[in-house]
């Protein structure tokens, strides 16, 4: 049962694909993925890409995902990590697959300085809160988050 974490390459473009429409499946969003292996290879791996994955495997097999970007927190002057997707395929939860990517991650973050690893979660999950709590994680109750999309997005620049 040895888990092992690995920087994706484009090769795994497909595979990171079929992770983030599992995930969107199980968040009642699949409706939402937009993209395709091209869209992956280009925004995850072009030259000009700001955010990075991983692939965790267990003997090899791949059985979970994740994607983060640096951050930058002006109070702090220091980066921080945000961890886009975190996934774990559900017939291999349970094996420590999500914790291993998130301490691959936090482990990142205090070798590179960063002054904070952070992260959304859908407020019904209540498996993933549970998980994240189990690990000393605490909910920022005090922000709200904004976003732009689509036609306001493409409206708001243009205005």
Same mark, same amino acid.
């Given at each position: 049962?040895?888990?092992?974490?690995?920087?994706?390459?484009?090769?795994?473009?497909?595979?990171?694909?079929?992770?983030?429409?599992?995930?969107?499946?199980?968040?009642? +969003?699949?409706?939402?993925v937009k993209t395709? *292996?091209?869209?992956?290879? @280009?925004?995850? !791996?072009?030259?000009? $890409? %700001?955010?990075? +994955?991983?692939?965790?495997?267990?003997?090899? *097999?791949?059985?979970?995902? @994740?994607?983060? !970007?640096?951050?930058? $927190? %002006?109070?702090?002057?220091?980066?921080?990590?945000?961890?886009?997707?975190?996934?774990?395929?559900?017939?291999?939860?349970?094996?420590?697959?999500?914790?291993?990517?998130?301490?691959?991650?936090?482990?990142?973050?205090?070798?590179?300085?960063?002054?904070?690893?952070?992260?959304?979660v859908l407020d019904?999950?209540?498996?993933?809160?549970?998980?994240?709590?189990?690990?000393?994680?605490?909910?920022?109750?005090?922000?709200?988050?904004?976003?732009?999309?689509?036609?306001?997005?493409?409206?708001?620049?243009?205005?």
């Amino acid at each position: 049962m040895a888990l092992h974490i690995r920087p994706a390459t484009v090769e795994d473009a497909a595979l990171i694909l079929d992770f983030i429409t599992d995930l969107a499946i199980y968040e009642k +969003a699949e409706h939402e993925v937009k993209t395709d *292996v091209a869209g992956i290879q @280009a925004s995850l !791996f072009g030259p000009d $890409s %700001t955010s990075h +994955a991983l692939i965790c495997e267990q003997n090899g *097999v791949p059985v979970g995902y @994740a994607v983060y !970007f640096f951050s930058y $927190s %002006t109070w702090l002057g220091k980066h921080g990590i945000y961890l886009e997707d975190l996934y774990v395929s559900p017939d291999h939860r349970k094996i420590g697959a999500g914790k291993a990517l998130l301490r691959h991650l936090a482990q990142l973050a205090v070798s590179k300085g960063c002054g904070r690893l952070e992260w959304a979660v859908l407020d019904w999950n209540t498996p993933a809160i549970e998980f994240y709590e189990s690990f000393g994680a605490k909910p920022q109750d005090e922000w709200t988050t904004y976003r732009l999309t689509g036609q306001a997005l493409l409206d708001f620049a243009q205005s």
